[in-house]
């Protein structure tokens, strides 16, 4: 080997040496990088996995984690803590952008004594004093027995206790929910209607469950930070006790809450069919029958009034008699 090959080697080495520690730190500074990003998405996302893993446990008061993955809380702790990283700004701005707070249209009393809700609205002074809507309801032992408590978030589906579901749930206090009566599965045609027929009953574990119809009024209606109220009383309200259709022996269709507005919900053709029915039974029958009736009825009138022209002359003789033997004792 002559020395310019000599040379050429070594340099080659050097460049290959080189190279690789290059490119030895540009995949650390990648993996460095890959890493900080990961964590940085795992934090944010934490908070969301929270709506799809965490689930009420109505009868233990506890809730549940799925999956082994820690279920987080977003309460008022929580936002405290986004406030806080916000970075600073000067007063002059924060008054520039606060939002001008608005009250909730609607104020809500449970009265756990007669298992009613009722919903107020407000008056002409500003106070929430006009009843506006009352709902037949089921509540239970863990229910409040007073105190006032904020809505916050809702579900159109919710996975309950027994592994039951409710629609429209809206969360009153901790595990204390707005709901409607248990399904067997996330499907409308699964209702535990034994449980629909005790509405107006102590019949829950702790939340209040209502009627498709009116559940579905309360998600709709009412926003997070309104305001619940429980008490107790055998006074139902300013609108009375609203009833409820017992459906166990509608077997067809008494898997569907009757009042469910769904389009596919059967109760409607249901009970228009029913109706139809009753309005097509012959009349003739009733006819012939009242004619027999009228013929029974003159033969009995004509009996009876044989019979009182008997007891007449009957009474009119004893009478005569009676006076007669008056006479031969005085």
């Given at each position: 080997?002559?020395?310019?090959?000599?040379k050429?080697?070594?340099?080659?080495?050097?460049?290959?040496?080189?190279?690789?520690?290059?490119?030895?730190l540009?995949?650390?500074?990648?993996?460095?990088?890959?890493?900080?990003?990961?964590?940085?998405?795992?934090?944010?996302?934490?908070?969301?996995?929270?709506?799809?893993?965490?689930?009420?446990?109505?009868?233990?008061?506890?809730?549940?984690?799925?999956?082994e993955?820690?279920?987080?809380?977003?309460?008022?702790?929580?936002?405290?803590?986004k406030?806080?990283?916000?970075?600073?700004?000067?007063?002059?701005?924060?008054k520039?952008e606060?939002?001008?707070?608005?009250?909730?249209?609607?104020?809500?009393?449970?009265?756990?004594?007669?298992?009613?809700?009722?919903i107020?609205?407000?008056?002409?002074k500003?106070?929430?004093?006009?009843?506006?809507?009352?709902?037949?309801?089921?509540?239970?032992?863990?229910?409040?027995?007073?105190?006032?408590?904020k809505?916050?978030?809702?579900?159109?589906?919710?996975?309950?206790?027994?592994?039951?579901?409710?629609?429209?749930?809206?969360r009153?206090?901790g595990?204390?929910?707005?709901?409607?009566?248990?399904?067997?599965?996330q499907?409308?045609?699964?209702?535990?209607?034994?449980e629909?027929d005790?509405?107006?009953?102590?019949?829950?574990?702790?939340?209040?469950?209502?009627?498709?119809?009116?559940?579905?009024?309360?998600?709709?209606?009412?926003?997070?930070?309104?305001?619940?109220?429980?008490?107790?009383?055998s006074?139902?309200?300013?609108?009375?006790?609203p009833s409820?259709?017992?459906?166990?022996?509608?077997?067809?269709?008494r898997?569907?809450?009757?009042t469910?507005?769904d389009?596919?919900?059967?109760?409607?053709?249901?009970?228009?069919?029913?109706?139809?029915?009753?309005?097509?039974?012959?009349?003739?029958?009733?006819k012939?029958?009242?004619?027999?009736?009228?013929?029974?009825?003159?033969?009995?009138?004509?009996?009876?009034?044989?019979?009182?022209d008997?007891?007449?002359?009957?009474?009119?003789?004893?009478?005569?008699?009676?006076?007669?033997?008056?006479?031969?004792?005085?």
């Amino acid at each position: 080997m002559t020395q310019k090959q000599k040379k050429d080697n070594i340099k080659m080495k050097k460049i290959i040496i080189i190279t690789g520690f290059i490119l030895l730190l540009f995949i650390i500074s990648a993996i460095l990088s890959a890493t900080i990003f990961y964590f940085q998405n795992k934090n944010n996302e934490l908070p969301n996995q929270n709506n799809n893993i965490l689930y009420y446990n109505e009868e233990q008061n506890e809730v549940k984690e799925e999956n082994e993955v820690l279920i987080v809380d977003l309460g008022e702790d929580e936002e405290n803590k986004k406030e806080e990283e916000k970075p600073k700004e000067n007063k002059e701005d924060n008054k520039a952008e606060e939002k001008p707070k608005v009250d909730p249209p609607y104020y809500i009393k449970v009265n756990n004594g007669a298992n009613v809700v009722t919903i107020y609205k407000k008056d002409s002074k500003g106070n929430y004093n006009t009843p506006v809507k009352a709902m037949i309801c089921s509540i239970g032992d863990a229910t409040p027995e007073k105190g006032v408590y904020k809505m916050s978030d809702k579900y159109t589906w919710r996975l309950l206790q027994g592994d039951v579901y409710g629609q429209y749930a809206y969360r009153i206090t901790g595990h204390i929910l707005f709901h409607s009566v248990p399904y067997e599965s996330q499907d409308k045609s699964t209702l535990e209607w034994w449980e629909y027929d005790k509405l107006g009953t102590k019949a829950s574990l702790g939340c209040i469950r209502l009627k498709v119809e009116d559940a579905k009024w309360i998600y709709d209606n009412c926003v997070p930070g309104t305001q619940v109220e429980f008490y107790s009383s055998s006074n139902p309200g300013p609108l009375g006790k609203p009833s409820a259709k017992k459906i166990s022996n509608d077997e067809e269709v008494r898997r569907w809450d009757p009042t469910d507005p769904d389009k596919d919900n059967p109760w409607k053709e249901y009970l228009k069919r029913k109706e139809e029915e009753k309005n097509s039974k012959p009349v003739t029958d009733n006819k012939d029958t009242s004619k027999n009736n009228n013929i029974n009825t003159n033969t009995i009138n004509t009996e009876n009034t044989n019979t009182v022209d008997k007891t007449t002359s009957t009474t009119v003789k004893d009478t005569v008699e009676n006076k007669i033997n008056k006479t031969n004792e005085i």
